[in-house]
């Protein structure tokens, strides 16, 4: 058994087989760093916990492919700082399978809206001046067609 | 400034509580997939972490949408102007230059021309900005000029792809689709694409031409489909020789060789092989080959290696009438090839020509699936023949009407002659297709298996299509008591 800890203090035990889905995680036991516990300190508590569900549930349930496809849709119900949060600590642990579903959420939630509307969603706030914002549209113009 | 967007965001805010239909049905047409919870008033009121991620993140993001769309993220903040601009993976669709909203006339309108003029222009200017002036590497090419539009265009669309090769691209996968143009088509595809060392998977699809040089050198290809291309060798007629040791599968569809002399398919690696082209003088050399689609007409590949670990063999004949004998003769030798197979159909062929030469035909010890649709048989006795070579023969298909020589006898039950192994042992599933009512040669065959079927679980007769009526009730009846050796087989009429 692997021991985590994540950033807020919590610790979490986990089987070593199952832990290495996380290649940041397999490096360090093959580097021998994983004495007593690892630390992952750019992962908090809540995310961390969430983590570990996702690459459990994908560890014992490796040839359901029906069963993984609803698993991973109802995983990505979550509001929106939740996703990042996953996605960022899906990036430093290296979890590919659980960075990309992220990832294609994020896409799929973009995916057939205006760019006014995308803004809004994510609070992305528009810095262009008028006049580079017309230059650019002119510039990709086919893209905004 | 109009664009700045509201300080809090409230739940009403997502368009499905809002908007009324008549609004909502206009701007899209499908409902939002709101995978999103509503944010409450204190929640992501002041955080863009969306921009925050790092640029490798949000590649990844972008890269499940098409690039016209992340192409029009570059306006959401500066942080984004340039972030589609290094997208490893390029995808566009020329669909898209036809299907915009902004067209809503019909081709004999006046502006239609016009309007599509302007788009063409823009498009070219936006891949031009994306393949020609960028520094960062790209993985990916997709794009697909199925529409007809750049017809004109067939210089600016090679210059493309030249730049594409020079910046180090594993896949391109670009089909093409041009009107008018010189016979062989316009040379869209530059040559250089045989021979580049980055590439993974190459795929082209077109009514264009690609001049070949002597030696297709793609060191780290895995995936190669030609379709409809033509190939130009140079007029010396030379060997086309092959130098992709890691080419795992390879599609050669409807593409014409023009000056091209022999063509040796040297590819050690290659399991899965698709060849439906028109060329004579091909040999293959392939060892490792697991799955071979084979459509033929008038001159047959040859094979310097008897495939060992194929498992699946397609064979289509295209000829309309008898083999000629030169070609019956090697078609047979490419059967004789394919003894190790598990998998067998053999579309169009000829059976008794292919059984002829009975003293080339191997024995199929791992054949299990045997499928004769369009299958000349001719006389009961050559589809006894290929029972008798194939003694693990497990499922069975064929056709019964058009399929037989009907005027040859019908003696199935010779006297105490022995049935084929396959039948007493592992035949347990035999399709027969197009039977018809009024010739005792079905009922005769179907009879002969189910007597001496011994591990028949299922015999499936379908009644002939041309026929106007279905099944009669006498002729189900008949069927039904016929005497069965496996008193589990169940008997489907369909």
């Given at each position: 058994?692997?021991?985590?800890?994540?950033?807020?203090g919590?610790?979490?035990?986990?089987?070593?087989?199952v832990?290495?889905q996380?290649?940041?995680?397999?490096h360090?036991?093959e580097?021998?760093?994983?004495?007593?516990?690892?630390?992952?300190?750019?992962?908090?508590g809540?995310?961390?916990?969430?983590?570990?569900?996702?690459?459990?549930?994908?560890?014992e349930?490796?040839?359901?492919?029906?069963?993984?496809?609803?698993?991973d849709?109802?995983?990505?119900k979550?509001?929106?700082?939740?996703?990042?949060?996953?996605?960022?600590?899906?990036?430093?642990?290296?979890?590919?399978?659980?960075?990309?579903?992220?990832?294609?959420?994020?896409?799929?939630?973009?995916?057939?809206?205006?760019?006014?509307?995308?803004?809004?969603?994510?609070n992305i706030?528009?810095?262009?001046?008028?006049?580079?914002?017309?230059?650019?549209?002119?510039?990709?113009?086919?893209?905004?067609? | 400034?109009?664009?700045?967007?509201?300080?809090?965001?409230?739940?009403?805010?997502?368009?499905?509580?809002?908007?009324?239909?008549?609004?909502?049905?206009?701007?899209?047409?499908?409902?939002?997939?709101?995978?999103l919870?509503?944010?409450?008033?204190?929640?992501?009121?002041?955080?863009?972490?969306?921009?925050?991620l790092?640029?490798?993140?949000?590649?990844?993001?972008?890269?499940?949408?098409?690039?016209?769309?992340?192409?029009?993220?570059?306006?959401?903040?500066?942080?984004?102007?340039?972030?589609?601009?290094?997208?490893?993976?390029?995808?566009?669709?020329?669909?898209?230059?036809?299907?915009?909203?902004?067209?809503?006339?019909?081709e004999?309108?006046?502006?239609?021309?016009?309007v599509?003029?302007?788009?063409?222009?823009?498009?070219?200017?936006?891949?031009?900005?994306?393949?020609?002036?960028?520094?960062?590497?790209?993985?990916?090419?997709?794009?697909?000029?199925?529409?007809?539009?750049?017809?004109?265009?067939?210089?600016?669309?090679?210059?493309?792809?030249?730049?594409?090769?020079?910046?180090?691209?594993?896949?391109?996968?670009?089909?093409?689709?041009?009107?008018?143009?010189?016979?062989?088509?316009?040379?869209?595809?530059p040559?250089?694409?045989?021979?580049?060392?980055?590439?993974?998977?190459?795929?082209?699809?077109?009514?264009?031409?690609?001049?070949?040089?002597?030696?297709?050198?793609?060191?780290?290809?895995?995936?190669?489909?030609?379709?409809?291309?033509?190939?130009?060798?140079?007029?010396?007629?030379?060997?086309?020789?092959w130098?992709?040791?890691?080419?795992?599968?390879?599609?050669?569809?409807?593409?014409?060789?023009?000056?091209?002399?022999?063509?040796d398919?040297?590819?050690?690696?290659l399991?899965?092989?698709?060849?439906?082209?028109?060329?004579?003088?091909?040999?293959?050399?392939?060892?490792?080959?697991?799955?071979?689609?084979?459509?033929?007409?008038?001159?047959?590949?040859?094979?310097?290696?008897k495939?060992?670990?194929?498992?699946?063999?397609?064979?289509?004949?295209?000829?309309?009438?008898?083999?000629?004998?030169?070609?019956?003769?090697?078609?047979c030798?490419?059967?004789?090839?394919?003894?190790?197979?598990?998998?067998?159909?053999?579309?169009?062929?000829?059976l008794?020509?292919?059984?002829?030469?009975?003293?080339?035909?191997?024995?199929?010890?791992?054949?299990?699936?045997?499928?004769?649709?369009?299958?000349?048989?001719?006389?009961?006795?050559?589809?006894?023949?290929?029972?008798?070579?194939a003694?693990?023969?497990?499922?069975?298909?064929?056709?019964?009407?058009r399929?037989?020589?009907?005027?040859?006898?019908?003696?199935?039950?010779?006297?105490?002659?022995?049935?084929?192994?396959?039948?007493?042992?592992?035949?347990?599933?035999?399709?027969?297709?197009?039977?018809?009512?009024?010739?005792?040669?079905g009922?005769?065959?179907?009879?002969?298996?189910?007597?001496?079927?011994?591990?028949l679980?299922?015999?499936?007769?379908?009644?002939s299509?041309?026929?106007?009526?279905?099944?009669s009730?006498?002729?189900?009846?008949?069927?039904?008591?016929?005497?069965?050796?496996?008193?589990?087989?169940?008997?489907?009429?369909?």
């Amino acid at each position: 058994m692997i021991v985590l800890n994540s950033s807020d203090g919590a610790t979490f035990e986990v089987e070593e087989s199952v832990a290495v889905q996380s290649q940041t995680i397999k490096h360090m036991i093959e580097d021998n760093c994983a004495d007593t516990s690892i630390p992952l300190p750019n992962v908090n508590g809540v995310t961390l916990a969430r983590v570990l569900e996702y690459i459990k549930k994908h560890a014992e349930a490796k040839d359901d492919e029906e069963g993984l496809k609803s698993f991973d849709a109802e995983f990505v119900k979550v509001d929106q700082a939740s996703l990042f949060e996953i996605i960022l600590a899906a990036n430093y642990l290296d979890i590919k399978g659980l960075l990309d579903l992220t990832c294609q959420t994020v896409a799929d939630q973009i995916k057939d809206l205006t760019v006014e509307e995308v803004r809004a969603i994510f609070n992305i706030m528009n810095d262009f001046t008028p006049e580079e914002e017309a230059k650019l549209r002119n510039d990709h113009a086919w893209a905004f067609e | 400034m109009a664009e700045r967007n509201p300080k809090c965001l409230k739940a009403s805010f997502f368009p499905q509580h809002d908007q009324n239909p008549s609004e909502k049905s206009a701007m899209r047409t499908e409902p939002i997939k709101a995978n999103l919870s509503p944010a409450s008033a204190d929640d992501n009121c002041k955080e863009d972490r969306f921009s925050a991620l790092p640029d490798h993140i949000l590649f990844n993001i972008l890269s499940f949408l098409r690039t016209k769309e992340a192409a029009s993220t570059s306006i959401l903040s500066t942080r984004w102007r340039y972030i589609f601009l290094d997208l490893p993976k390029i995808d566009l669709d020329d669909y898209e230059l036809v299907n915009t909203r902004r067209f809503r006339g019909d081709e004999s309108d006046d502006c239609y021309h016009d309007v599509m003029g302007e788009l063409e222009e823009k498009f070219i200017d936006f891949v031009d900005r994306l393949v020609m002036h960028r520094e960062s590497p790209l993985s990916e090419f997709h794009f697909s000029c199925g529409c007809g539009c750049l017809t004109d265009q067939t210089i600016v669309v090679r210059s493309w792809l030249s730049s594409v090769l020079s910046r180090n691209v594993q896949v391109i996968d670009v089909r093409v689709k041009f009107y008018g143009g010189e016979f062989w088509g316009p040379e869209v595809f530059p040559s250089e694409i045989l021979t580049c060392e980055t590439l993974v998977v190459l795929k082209l699809d077109g009514n264009v031409s690609l001049k070949v040089p002597k030696l297709l050198c793609l060191p780290n290809l895995r995936v190669l489909h030609l379709d409809t291309l033509t190939l130009l060798g140079d007029s010396t007629g030379s060997t086309l020789k092959w130098n992709c040791p890691l080419l795992d599968d390879l599609r050669i569809d409807l593409v014409i060789f023009c000056d091209v002399g022999l063509v040796d398919i040297n590819l050690p690696s290659l399991t899965k092989l698709v060849w439906a082209s028109e060329k004579d003088k091909v040999v293959l050399n392939t060892p490792k080959l697991e799955c071979l689609e084979y459509r033929f007409y008038e001159s047959i590949l040859s094979s310097n290696c008897k495939f060992k670990f194929l498992t699946k063999a397609d064979l289509r004949c295209e000829y309309p009438d008898a083999l000629p004998e030169h070609l019956a003769h090697e078609l047979c030798q490419l059967f004789g090839q394919l003894c190790n197979v598990k998998h067998l159909d053999l579309r169009g062929c000829s059976l008794e020509s292919l059984l002829r030469e009975d003293h080339l035909l191997p024995e199929f010890l791992n054949l299990t699936h045997l499928v004769l649709k369009w299958t000349w048989i001719g006389s009961w006795k050559f589809l006894e023949i290929l029972l008798w070579s194939a003694p693990n023969l497990e499922m069975l298909v064929f056709e019964l009407m058009r399929q037989f020589d009907m005027a040859s006898g019908i003696h199935l039950h010779c006297g105490a002659k022995e049935k084929p192994h396959c039948l007493s042992q592992h035949l347990r599933e035999v399709k027969i297709m197009e039977f018809v009512e009024s010739h005792q040669l079905g009922f005769e065959i179907v009879s002969y298996f189910l007597k001496h079927g011994a591990g028949l679980q299922k015999m499936t007769i379908y009644h002939s299509r041309t026929s106007p009526t279905k099944w009669s009730s006498s002729t189900r009846k008949k069927l039904m008591e016929l005497s069965r050796c496996s008193r589990n087989c169940e008997i489907v009429l369909i």
